[in-house]
């Protein structure tokens, strides 16, 4: 089937490329193209292509029956998502299979793109940042854990050696570690992201590996990506590798931090010099610092979305003895303990993310609250000092079911997500349903506490 939506430039429109997705892999000597969307939980799904029927994929004729895919909104019963690629994002990855390529695609459904699939959402979310004159540029950092699972479901670091107190920059473990950090390193600059870091994090067995910033899109697009060629890598060398955050109780769990500036044109709009705060920020980077501030109990649901998120939430410590995960909506200057953390005067980082997040979801999410703040002119008060909050900071949802709630109760943010479509209320059901799956199951915990208590 053809898509006449496309046509008429509907609200998710194809880029224009000067080469067919078919002659693109042909001269890239790519067999297979991995056609890739995500779920609401983040799940990749996709179909293996092969090049002799690129331009199907590419006419809009690849269905899958969406209930079957995951969360995305979709009943058995419903016309099936047609999985349109961007080819922008078209890139050959022979690193995980020779003859591979890899395509991110926008779901369609009866010729419309589909409301309930995530980067429908962001792109969705990027159009209010448009009309504003603005767009958003985002750099990622993505913690994971490389591990061994023995038969009894025991979690070890898959370098038994990496066993310290304090791990974190440990010269030891990354060298051990080489081939699957080198491995990973070089995909990522085979695909011109520009990886610039490598390092062993807080936690025995944990890595981050860092990329350029750059367009929102983008970023969320290379986070799914590089999820999928970690754990793939991982897999060649018999680990797993884990985004989960919180696969140890004991250690600091795994987050995923957002570099956040907006553009206008080529000029960056967050620095200002004349700024008697002491941050260097504009008038309009503080409403949308603001704006995320009066949102984030709302956003942890996009943010830390499954019920292992409050577990690295709640923690008091680490055997490292910090948890790099904060409690309060908070800001300041170049202090990791708040969730707005200012670097310097060109970004923000937010630190309340965590590995279970869909970057799409996340990403739509702050910058529906950021533009909320930046339309009132909203203010966010001073910076708070170093590891301090006021009085007066929102404590952030303890558990799954509190953020669910935080959400449903914070009816703007619900309404901008929701557009007309109940997309939020969605979301926020299912995670309801999560928590109470996982509140419903008998515990070791329970077990050990209970059996013999009365």
Not at 357 to 384: K, W
């Amino acid at each position: 089937m053809t898509l006449p939506a496309l046509a008429r430039g509907d609200v998710v429109t194809l880029p224009t490329t000067p080469q067919s997705l078919r002659d693109r892999a042909l001269a890239d000597d790519v067999r297979f193209i991995l056609a890739v969307f995500v779920d609401l939980n983040g799940k990749p799904c996709a179909k293996l292509v092969p090049v002799s029927a690129a331009d199907e994929l590419e006419a809009g004729e690849l269905g899958f029956a969406g209930f079957a895919a995951g969360l995305i909104g979709q009943h058995p019963h419903d016309s099936d998502l047609i999985a349109v690629p961007d080819l922008d994002s078209y890139a050959p990855i022979p690193f995980v299979r020779e003859g591979l390529a890899i395509v991110h695609c926008d779901p369609y459904v009866d010729g419309k793109p589909w409301p309930f699939a995530p980067r429908v959402i962001l792109k969705r979310a990027l159009a209010r940042l448009t009309e504003q004159g603005l767009s958003a540029k985002v750099g990622a950092e993505v913690e994971y854990f490389l591990v061994d699972r023995g038969a009894d479901g025991t979690l070890t670091a898959a370098d038994s050696k990496d066993e310290g107190l304090r791990s974190c920059y440990d010269a030891r473990g990354v060298t051990r570690m080489y081939d699957h950090l080198a491995a990973v390193s070089d995909a990522m600059n085979a695909l011109g992201w520009g990886n610039y870091a490598n390092d062993h994090e807080d936690a025995p067995g944990q890595f981050e590996q860092n990329f350029k910033y750059a367009e929102a899109l983008v970023t969320a697009d290379r986070v799914i990506t590089l999820r999928y060629l970690i754990g793939m890598l991982a897999e060649q060398r018999g680990m797993t590798a884990t985004f989960m955050p919180k696969p140890f109780s004991d250690r600091a769990g795994n987050g995923l931090h957002f570099h956040v500036s907006l553009w206008d044109d080529d000029a960056a709009v967050f620095p200002d010099a004349a700024d008697t705060r002491g941050l260097g920020l504009s008038s309009t980077a503080y409403s949308f610092v603001a704006g995320m501030l009066e949102h984030a109990a709302g956003l942890q649901l996009f943010l830390a979305p499954s019920v292992n998120s409050y577990k690295r939430r709640g923690a008091t410590t680490s055997a490292s003895g910090a948890t790099w995960s904060p409690k309060h909506a908070t800001y300041g200057g170049n202090d990791r303990t708040h969730f707005i953390r200012v670097p310097d005067s060109a970004r923000i980082e937010l630190r309340a993310a965590d590995g279970s997040a869909n970057p799409y979801l996340a990403l739509a999410a702050v910058v529906h609250a950021g533009l909320d703040g930046i339309e009132r002119s909203a203010d966010p008060g001073d910076p708070c000092g170093p590891g301090q909050a006021r009085e007066t900071s929102a404590v952030l949802p303890r558990t799954l079911l509190h953020a669910v709630q935080a959400l449903r109760d914070d009816t703007v943010l619900r309404e901008l997500i929701d557009d007309g479509h109940g997309v939020a209320t969605y979301f926020a059901d299912a995670k309801e349903e999560e928590f109470l799956g996982w509140h419903n199951t008998v515990t070791e915990w329970e077990l050990d506490r209970y059996l013999t208590a009365y």
